[in-house]
């Protein structure tokens, strides 16, 4: 690749001076406010994200020409984003236009990225030696969204977090995953884990850049146009319970609360901010009663009219405008679609096998499909073969079955063997760990190990 030295030189001096100013960031914090809705919305409709979790977010940053669908109208949410498309809607967010032409030659590049390339070296978002080796057209990884986004927006680093999969994180990575981590625009898994290796997808990627844009807008305006300040006494969410991506909460649960970092009160009355709060049941569609709210020094608890129920995703939303700072005045801007968000009931499990575990009288000759039954919708997560999920063993040979496909069907995991079982064997069946997620919730499963789902097949 062609290289201009005095763009390097300029490059360097780029990076050394943003690295200075971000060391002056308060941990945690941004060190400026780069994300920006640009421009008019267009009233466009995308036809596949109506039922979708993320419509909200993927909506509002379509109409602001952040992020792009397809001829037909689709956006296709749930396939993996490419690194193009990731670092490509980071730049826009970050005031990308496209309408500049490209200074470097990059080799393999398609014409329409090659500017954007530009933008996101000269920006820092890259370094310019990542941006020649980037493989594009791969699916991002989870930890490579967090670097870039952190970079784009100034955000500071910090290392202060542990992840039982912290070891898969790339050293020069924590730092950003960590800054993301602790601002909320990233969140881990249900047991601690972050997965930082996981494919993004078009609606995942869209809910980050949402996250970051909505904190730094309050009713349209930028927070640097309004004078705020990390010590002005801004009100802003310290901790929400249940937190955000939790999984298993309590069914019993009928109260909600968000601490702030300050003391706060309403800017008119309690009824007006309880009208304000919106408590959905993503999984059924429906709307979840406020009973009530109180506010007590720096804490807003949210009772509903009814405990949560079991083995469903919620969203609580909070209007801008209707909390203000008890000492300063200033206003809450409200907690956006896809900032809270967790779900209920126990692990993400196998309810139900067939053959059963541990039948001794399976009629073999009529059984070439075997069946795993979930506790929720299930679906493979994005880089994975299902195929390779699954193994079937005959125990009594001692030799591997031959399985011709795996598929999923709602709930449950339908295994279709090559040809119908031997008679008079016992068969064990594994089903990997890290190959399948619960549609709804995003939650691992951990695995069917050996002995599990044992069965014999008649004589």
Known sequence: MFRKGFIALLLTVVLVLGTAAASQAAPGKKANWKFKFHGARKAVQLT????????????????YGIITGYSDLTFRPNIPVTKYEAIMMIARASGFDGTSEADLAWDGVPEWMAACLDFAVSEGILTEEEAEYLNGWAPAKRYEVAVWAARAMGLEPDGRFSFQD?????????????????????IGYPGNFFQPNKPVTRAEMAVVIYRIMMEDTIDGEDRDDQGGSDTGGEPAVKSLEPADGSGGVDVETAELTVRFNVAVEAVEDLESVREGITVRNLTDGEVVEVDDVSIAGDTLTI??????????????????????????????????????????????????????????????????????????????????????????????????????????????????LEDPLESGDTFEVTIEGGYLEEEDTGRNFEGLEGGEWRFTTAG
């Open 166 to 186: 912290l070891g898969e994180i790339p050293s020069f990575a924590r730092p950003y995953v960590g800054g993301m981590f602790k601002c909320g625009y990233m």
């Open 48 to 63: 596949d994200i109506q039922s979708h979790w993320a419509a909200q977010p993927i909506q509002t940053l379509f109409s």
């Open 303 to 416: 009772e509903l009219g009814e405990p949560l129920e079991n083995g469903k995703t919620y969203r609580v939303t909070i209007d801008g405008g209707l909390i203000e700072a008890e000492e300063s005045g200033a206003n809450f801007g409200g907690i956006g679609s896809g900032r809270w968000e967790f779900s209920t009931g126990g692990d993400f499990k196998i309810v139900g096998l067939n053959p059963a575990d541990g039948a001794d009288d399976v009629d073999g000759e009529d059984t070439a499909v075997l069946k795993a039954e979930f506790s929720g919708d299930i679906r493979v997560i994005p880089g994975k073969t299902l195929l390779d999920a699954v193994k079937v063993y005959n125990l009594s040979d001692d030799e591997d079955v031959d399985v011709d496909m795996v598929e999923i069907d709602g709930d449950t995991l339908v295994i279709t």
